[in-house]
């Protein structure tokens, strides 16, 4: 049994700062890729930010220069800094890990719960 669960979400006035944690719990032997993703009402789901297990990340073009994505590997966690906040960026934020389990081969693709960012103007 693997989880992800995430924190940090809330509402914040545009230009404000949030920062999201997402922890995973489980069975985990390792964790290759975490990511975050985002939705808003009535769109598809869209990465925002990646980080490999070497610590290489991504990001989507329209956060790039204000959100950063870190992890810990040893709390399993990884993070999402945001800055710079805008309308625009209101979503629900979902965490993304794929990983390795304990008498289980291969990669496995989780998803946390989401949680709700609100960027007010």
């Known amino acids: 049994q693997v989880q992800l669960v995430e924190s940090g979400g809330g509402l914040v006035q545009a230009g404000g700062s949030l920062r999201l944690s997402c922890a995973a719990s489980g069975i985990i032997s390792s964790i290759d890729t975490m990511a975050w993703h985002r939705q808003a009402p009535g769109k598809q789901r869209d990465m925002v930010a990646t980080?490999?297990?070497?610590?290489?990340?991504n990001y989507a073009n329209s956060v790039k220069g204000r959100f950063t994505i870190s992890r810990d590997n040893a709390k399993n966690t990884v993070y999402l800094q945001m800055n710079s906040l805008k309308p625009e960026d209101t979503a629900v934020y979902y965490c993304?890990?794929?990983?390795?389990?304990?008498?289980?081969?291969?990669?496995?693709?989780?998803w946390g719960q989401g949680t709700q960012v609100t960027v007010s103007s």
């Open positions: 980080i490999t297990s070497g610590d290489s990340t």
């Open positions: 993304n890990a794929q990983l390795r389990v304990y008498g289980k081969g291969g990669v496995w693709n989780y």
